[in-house]
């Protein structure tokens, strides 16, 4: 059996497109035939990378980017890594503003769920937070 071709990795810290997640856990994300060390934003223009490693990092810095492409979200998952964090309600309401909706849960559950809202074609990003 030939030996699988290593991955490419997310070198520029940012991909084009909408992109399903293959695969997540050991401190990253496969997509697109690339790896990733480290959390993820998945928005309507691409992947991008993203410096948040917990829960209670994520704020209105971090989510600009959403923001920015508000336009096209109408659902922002995010994955607090391995348990379910709680997010402040005043960024809830922030979003809410921008017309996003805000769903919180485990990265792996928030990977799955945008897998199959991509597949439907829905307007939907995540921000994961990476799992070992």
Request: aromatic fraction near 6%; hydrophobic fraction near 45%; charged fraction near 20%.
């Amino acid at each position: 059996m030939a030996d699988q071709p290593s991955p490419k990795t997310f070198d520029s810290g940012f991909v084009p497109g909408r992109h399903i997640i293959d695969t997540y856990g050991n401190g990253g994300f496969r997509f697109a035939g690339m790896s990733h060390r480290g959390s993820i934003l998945m928005l309507p223009s691409g992947v991008r990378a993203w410096d948040v490693t917990e829960p209670r990092a994520i704020d209105r810095t971090a989510l600009r980017p959403v923001q920015a492409e508000a336009a096209g979200i109408e659902l922002l998952l995010v994955g607090t890594g391995l348990d379910i964090a709680a997010i402040d309600p005043a960024l809830r309401s922030w979003l809410k503003d921008f017309g996003v909706g805000l769903d919180v849960m485990q990265t792996g559950a928030a990977a799955r769920t945008y897998n199959i809202l991509v597949a439907e074609n829905r307007k939907v990003a995540a921000a994961l937070i990476a799992v070992t």
